[in-house]
């Protein structure tokens, strides 16, 4: 009778920790939350674009300043205290959740589009508890078309609710590798 091989060592691979899909996700959230907030300081505190009139960027681009009091479009719009409170609590409750779902994930995808999201809810969420509406400033238009105003968190909220959707598509309807 032959010996069975000895049982081989399974050590994480260095570096494997720093790439892992919970730490990729977290410095995703990390870096689209304060790329959003230094765009934010810089235009209200340094730039003052609240006292600028419109400013052209391009043929299609422009810095306005809006506040707003809604969700995306401006929907649910409202001016009481306990409205914009409610507003950044669900947004900050939508982000734990997400960050739950973010410690289970095991797809890199998964994890950067989660970091997205939560990055864009948290520092949208600062700006109501702060301003007590969020800060947009970017106007893309064609002719006398103009889309919403929006921001820097809320391209990534879209950008990462667009890659979930792919995900899923793409990689089995939302499964967790």
């Known amino acids: 009778m032959t010996a069975a091989p000895p049982a081989k060592e399974t050590r994480p691979v260095r570096g494997a920790v720093l790439f892992h899909p919970l730490w990729l996700g977290l410095g995703t959230a990390l870096v689209a939350g304060g790329v959003d907030r230094l765009s934010k300081w810089w235009l209200l505190d340094v730039f003052g674009l609240p006292g600028h009139p419109p400013v052209r960027l391009g043929p299609v681009t422009n810095l306005v300043m809006v506040w ?81 105003v929006f921001n820097v968190a809320d391209a990534a909220i879209t950008v990462g609710a667009g890659l979930l959707i792919v995900d899923g598509l793409f990689r089995g309807g939302g499964q967790h590798r």
């Open 68 to 148: 707003n009091r809604g969700v995306s479009f401006g929907l649910f719009a409202g001016d009481a205290a306990w409205h914009r409170m409610l507003l950044a609590a669900f947004a900050v409750v939508v982000a734990a959740i997400l960050a739950v779902v973010l410690l289970r994930t095991r797809s890199t995808w998964t994890a950067i589009a989660l970091g997205l999201v939560i990055g864009g809810a948290v520092s949208n969420a600062w700006d109501r508890f702060a301003y007590g509406a969020v800060a947009d400033f970017i106007d893309f238009h064609i002719g006398g078309y103009h889309w919403y």
